[in-house]
């Protein structure tokens, strides 16, 4: 599947959670997102950013616009080597947090996303990758 | 630290967030409008969101948030000026902000303020 654009950011500080959702609007436009979708892949960026920062202690988020055949989306995987997630189908859940969160982070980046793969392995990290393709 | 602007208009306040908030600065802004209604005993927070091209679950905590202190320091809360985008957004996301009073835009908000006060003062006159 051929990339025509991509990027790297590290997640540090809440400063560069704001980073993260305006370097995904630039992709989504770039892919030629609606509005509604640029909105939704913005939202689910913001949400796993700062699971990155709060839970995994910081790391990083690649970020490609994406061609095939006619489809163009944006794809983003975010990475940290926190403590990784013991239980995925827990920490999926609406309303489950190990934090002070509202617990709708990654259940909402889901439902937000057309594509949703999550990584984890307890005590070496989580990887988490979301897509979002133009109707 | 960076603070957004809180007005005062009448006897309420408005807020016009016109930056992408980091989360500290939206924490900043809960405390601060905490301690303004106090200060001004306004009846009424205005906060006009127009420009916010999303919201997502800390942003929509704080709304809850404000809503919620503001109602037990006795003002209404109305969120005012959200983007049709950023509404389908958030009830996908899981977010219904079931506690934030909402209005088209800050006329219709202020309104939705002033009626809840004349209908006090009526209270009052019985």
Redesign the interface.
Known sequence: MPTTRTDRLDIRS??D??KV??QT?TMAVAAGLS??D???I??AA??LA?NTLDYGGGGEVHMEVLEDGGRRGVRMVFEDRGPGIANIEQAMR?GFTSGS??G??L??AK??SNEFKIESTPGSGTKITIGRWKA | MDRIPILKLGNALLVTIQV?????LATALEEDLTSKIVAFGAKGVLIDISAL??????I??MLDNIAAVSRILDADTVVVGM????A??LV????SLSGVKTALNVERGMALIQSRLEEFDADDED
Do not use: C, N, Y
């Open positions: 809440s400063d959670v704001v959702r305006q609007r509005l509604v640029q909105t939704k913005i939202t913001s949400e700062r609406d969160g509202l709708l982070g259940g909402g439902r937000l | 992408d908030m980091h989360d500290r091209e999303i919201v997502d679950s800390f929509g905590r983007r049709p985008a950023v389908i957004t996908e996301l899981g977010l």
